[in-house]
């Protein structure tokens, strides 16, 4: 049984810095596509960043690139997400996402697993 967890959620004013983690257990080897997605109360899920665990690449949304970064955990199949400068439209609950295969942020079916969710409010 895959389990993603996230943790490091919070409240921060307006400018300050977050860093999520993630721990998956239950999966056997190393995850392809290990990703962020937000969603804020009324909208749709949306991608923030991804990492390719076969050669290191990452991705962005344009709305966080350049504030937020996605890196490899110590632990094998664990992410962060480190975010600086944050806004009020930063503010949603932020869920940790993983796959087996390259995944893409434009499209939340192409993860396998999902994370139960961290909130984060930015005033």
């Known amino acids: 049984h895959v389990q993603l967890v996230e943790s490091g959620g919070g409240s921060v004013h307006s400018g300050g810095s977050l860093r999520l983690s993630c721990s998956a257990s239950?999966?056997?080897?190393?995850?392809?596509?290990l990703g962020w997605f937000r969603q804020a109360p009324g909208d749709e899920r949306e991608g923030v960043a991804r990492l390719y665990t076969t050669d290191g690449d990452t991705y962005y949304a344009d709305s966080v690139n350049g504030r937020f970064t996605i890196s490899r955990g110590t632990a094998e199949n664990a992410v962060y997400l480190q975010m600086n400068n944050l806004r009020p439209e930063d503010t949603a609950v932020y869920y940790c996402a993983a796959s087996d295969l390259r995944a893409s942020i434009h499209s939340a079916s192409t993860w396998s697993y999902w994370g139960q969710g961290t909130q984060v409010t930015v005033s």
């Open positions: 239950g999966i056997a080897g190393t995850l392809t596509s």
